[in-house]
């Protein structure tokens, strides 16, 4: 049962423009939602979270959209950069459940 | 740099054995989660262990146990190893059980053969 899915397993955008990464949840006891990095080799990095009190939180180039009656949150990084390359994992709290992922890539 | 150790980085075993992954928290975490990466998969959530006691269990298999020492580090057991075990590995640990952001190690890469 993967109660968090990210449906893009890709996404590619030019560099300067938005990216937008989506992930839906099917678990409405989720109550802390956090987006991920993970470069090759390396462990994921925590990028920015949002608590279901809220429905947006920003943090430079990066925000976090919630919408808890569609079960749906988006990160949107603009503008966004080659050096974002990278795959972008939503994950639910509690329990710190992850989707599967969606490889971001940024052309120059 | 995450502050979180995990210990070997590649481990090559055969089927059958039995291996031990090793994790040092950031100081100061009193929680440590195990993950497991298997190729083109998603994170899926194994065990949580706050500050030496069993939090949660996710989809870990009997042949895999985990604890968490006093000092805090924490070591992942896999037993009777079978080929779909091969996977990326990874630790993380935050400060308090729920509701705060994980910092992960690099993983350990394990490959059965």
């Known amino acids: 049962d993967q109660q968090v899915k990210q449906n893009s397993p890709s996404l590619s955008v030019q560099e300067g423009r938005i990216s937008i990464l989506n992930c839906d949840y099917t678990n409405s006891m989720f109550d802390y939602f956090l987006w991920y990095k993970k470069y090759p080799a390396e462990g994921p990095t925590f990028l920015i979270s949002i608590s279901s009190i809220k429905d947006k939180n920003e943090d430079g180039r990066f925000t976090v959209f919630l919408n808890k009656s569609a079960k749906h949150l988006s990160l949107h990084i603009v503008p966004s950069q080659p050096g974002d390359s990278a795959v972008y994992f939503c994950a639910a709290s509690p329990r710190l459940t992850f989707g599967e992922g969606t490889q971001l890539t940024v052309n120059p | 740099d995450s502050g979180v150790t995990q210990t070997p980085k590649h481990l090559i075993t055969a089927t059958g054995q039995r291996v031990t992954l090793r994790c040092s928290p950031r100081s100061g975490d009193l929680s440590v989660y195990w993950y497991q990466q298997s190729l083109d998969q998603g994170l899926q959530f194994l065990i949580q262990?706050?500050?030496?006691?069993?939090?949660a269990k996710g989809n870990i298999l009997e042949r895999f146990s985990a604890q968490q020492f006093p000092d805090l580090h924490s070591e992942l057991n896999l037993s009777s190893l079978e080929l779909g075990d091969s996977a990326l590995y990874f630790c993380?640990?935050?400060?308090?059980?729920?509701?705060?952001?994980?910092?992960f190690g690099n993983g350990t890469r394990l490959t059965v053969t």
């Open positions: 262990y706050y500050n030496g006691e069993e939090r």
């Open positions: 993380a640990s935050s400060v308090q059980g729920n509701n705060s952001p994980l910092h």
